[in-house]
């Protein structure tokens, strides 16, 4: 809109008003930006690397390597080329797969299958499986080219890191080179900077020549710095939790023809000879000696992370040595993390993550704590055989005895037959989805914090990266331990009740809500045995005649 204005003989002044039509401008206020940190890298490989290792790809693994499906029809993509072709780079680099395939063609060999020789390959597979996928770094390539070979559609997956890195142009190679700056060790091999912080500190070791070899040798043991293995045991013990173990357990009690109590809801298993899953669970219960038990996962479970199991299994615990204060770090740096994400999405303030940062570093250095001792080993172990547990679960023959709920959208496949066990066993409602997402998205969470050098870190952008890139699955594990402990761990606490449920114990709660739900159906069945009860009688009581009756009689209405 304009105005002209002119004065006319009488001194008067008259406005020519011209209207334009109007422009409407929207303005949208943006998030404050976050510059790129080097450790970036990291935490991509670490989630591509959690899918390398997760059940699905294991599954398809085993069926590849022992199961040998015939090449697909043209046009038809292979899965499993690469472990079929001799000319392969895995299969060179790897020299368990040839052995693994020979010992599979002499079990062909075998006029009957009988022993455990089956079972026995089985591991034997799943270990070369774990050797081939894990490692933040495999001979001359990066574990993210890998992972990102491995998917059947490359550009998703690079959108959603465009999307968690913040940067719309970033590309595979990019990231790759990233990944190698971050790891650059002076012209040596490829190493994390938090484990070369660990070496310098080690008395006796020579570390201009960090050489690794043997156990014989007087070195660093063999691939343990240039490729840790990027397993957390906290996956093992969610699953745990979870009734993993003790579903398997279960079942191989009533395959020996032993009943777990008088009233065994698995009474009607039986598993013919002629099925694959009869000589596997031969060989599985034939293997128990040599299987971590339970008391040796609860002591490492507590040395750890200061989880502990409850149970008969467990007995008198008497741990050495507890990081009785990870819980409360962790959890305090979860409701970090949640009031951040809530200050970070209002646009017109700037969030503060010095307080995240300190929060990193608190259970950065809980976790190196308890990275002792059997460290190296037991977690390694405790998955290789959990894996075999999933695998079995999610045979055909156990689906048909242990059906579970079709129309539930599970993740994996063994999953359905845990929640069927659940039920059946009285082990709570829960779903096993969420131990599942605690157990995955945990991992991820605490193998980015272990292996990141928060210890020397004073710049806030670090935290803030951190926070924005595992926003998923920092939100899907406070909304999955709600879920399995009824614990909101995004809130404020407010009063000394809440702050001693945030720091209990997991099993705590766990025993809590199942005896919460089995008093609840207790009550529900003495309800319904008092209706049925009333409505056999149909009718009121009336006095004994003067007859002489001295019993009540009923009459109906």
Not at 19 to 46: F, G, Y
Not at 47 to 56: D, E, I, M, Q, T
Not at 182 to 204: C, K
Not at 269 to 274: K, T
């Amino acid at each position: 809109m304009s105005h002209d204005n002119e004065t006319n003989g009488t001194g008067n002044r008259s406005f020519n008003v011209e209207m334009k039509e109007a422009v409407r401008v929207d303005v949208a206020m943006q998030r404050t930006s976050a510059p790129a940190t080097d450790d970036q890298a990291l935490w991509v490989a670490i989630r591509h690397h959690a899918k390398a290792v997760g059940f699905n790809r294991y599954q398809d693994f085993i069926n590849c390597i022992l199961c040998r499906p015939e090449a697909p029809e043209a046009n038809q993509l292979d899965p499993c080329s690469t472990y079929r072709d001799p000319s392969s780079e895995k299969i060179k680099n790897d020299p368990d797969l040839p052995f693994i395939k020979a010992r599979r063609q002499g079990l062909e060999m075998h006029p009957s299958i009988h022993g455990v020789d089956a079972y026995n390959l089985l591991k034997v597979a799943t270990e070369a499986f774990l050797i081939f996928e894990c490692g933040l770094v495999d001979h001359d390539e990066t574990c993210i080219k890998y992972a990102m070979k491995r998917k059947k559609s490359v550009d998703k997956e690079i959108e959603a890191e465009q999307r968690r890195l913040g940067e719309q142009d970033i590309t595979v190679g990019e990231i790759e080179e990233k990944l190698l700056a971050y790891l650059s060790n002076n012209g040596q091999a490829p190493t994390l900077p938090y484990l070369r912080r660990i070496v310098r500190q080690i008395v006796g070791l020579n570390t201009s020549r960090m050489e690794e070899k043997l156990p014989y040798c007087e070195a660093i043991l063999q691939a343990r710095l240039t490729c840790p293995s990027l397993l957390e045991l906290i996956w093992s013990y969610w699953h745990e939790e979870g009734m993993l173990v003790q579903t398997l357990n279960a079942i191989t009690l009533r395959f020996q023809n032993r009943l777990s109590h008088s009233r065994d809801p698995l009474i009607n298993l039986e598993l013919d000879p002629l099925r694959p899953l009869n000589n596997l669970l031969w060989g599985f219960v034939q293997d128990e000696f040599n299987r971590l038990s339970v008391r040796r996962r609860a002591y490492e479970y507590d040395h750890h992370y200061g989880f502990t199991l409850i149970g008969k299994a467990i007995g008198d615990f008497r741990p050495a040595d507890s990081r009785s204060k990870f819980i409360e770090a962790f959890h305090n740096l979860l409701y970090r993390a949640a009031m951040f994400y809530r200050e970070d999405d209002d646009t017109t303030i700037h969030a503060d993550a010095f307080a995240l940062l300190n929060a990193l570093r608190e259970v950065h250095l809980i976790l190196a704590e308890g990275a002792h001792n059997q460290f190296g080993d037991l977690p390694w172990t405790a998955r290789r055989e959990m894996l075999i547990m999933q695998w079995l679960l999610a045979r055909p023959e156990m689906k048909e005895f242990l059906r579970g709920r079709h129309m539930v959208p599970y993740q994996e496949p063994w999953m359905g037959a845990v929640d069927d066990m659940r039920r059946l066993q009285g082990w709570g409602d829960t779903s096993i989805t969420h131990f599942h997402e605690l157990a995955r998205y945990g991992e991820q969470i605490l193998l980015s914090i272990r292996y990141g050098d928060w210890i020397d870190i004073n710049d806030q952008e670090h935290a803030r990266n951190w926070a924005r890139y595992w926003r998923p699955e920092i939100q899907r594990y406070i909304h999955a331990y709600m879920a399995t402990t009824g614990v909101d761990l995004s809130i404020e606490i407010t009063d000394t009740r809440q702050a001693s449920e945030r720091f209990l114990q997991p099993s705590l709660h766990l025993q809590k809500k199942l005896a919460a739900q089995r008093s609840q159906s207790s009550l529900q069945a003495d309800v319904v045995a008092s209706e049925a009860v009333s409505s056999e009688v149909r009718g009121y009581a009336k006095l004994p005649y003067r007859s002489g009756r001295r019993l009540i009689r009923y009459e109906s209405e």
